[in-house]
Nanobody, 120 residues
Framework: EVQLVESGGGLVQAGGSLRLSCAASGFTFDDDAIGWFRQAPGKEREGVSCIHSSVGTTDYADSVKGRFTISSDNAKNTVYLQMNNLKPEDTAVYYC?????????????WGQGTQVTVSS
């Protein structure tokens, strides 16, 4: 069974940092792409970042470029999202999901999400 579990969220002041983790199991981790998404109250879910380790690609939304860094530890089947210089508009529930590739492939096996709250 494919399973993704997010962790690492919390409450932080603007300008602070958090590192989210997405622990994966049930599939060949480094063959697939893992994406981070977020959904704020009253807003649609949006893509934040994606990594496809086997082809060496990473993608970022314009709103997080230069502040967020995605990485993977294949030995631990875990993808990380390092979030620096956080802003109140980064407040959302963050989810990870898996796809065949970062672009043009549907994401599935969504985790339960982890709440990130950035205070001003």
């Amino acid at each position: 069974e494919v399973q993704l579990v997010e962790s690492g969220g919390g409450l932080v002041q603007a300008g602070g940092s958090l590192r989210l983790s997405c622990a994966a199991s049930g599939f060949t981790f480094d063959d697939d792409a893992i994406g981070w998404f977020r959904q704020a109250p009253g807003k649609e879910r949006e893509g934040v970042s994606c990594i496809h380790s086997s082809v060496g690609t990473t993608d970022y939304a314009d709103s997080v470029k230069g502040r967020f860094t995605i990485s993977s530890d294949n030995a631990k089947n875990t993808v990380y999202l390092q979030m620096n210089n956080l802003k109140p508009e980064d407040t959302a529930v963050y989810y990870c999901a898996v796809a065949l590739r970062c672009q043009g492939s549907p994401f599935g096996s969504w985790g339960q999400g982890t709440q990130v709250t950035v205070s001003s």
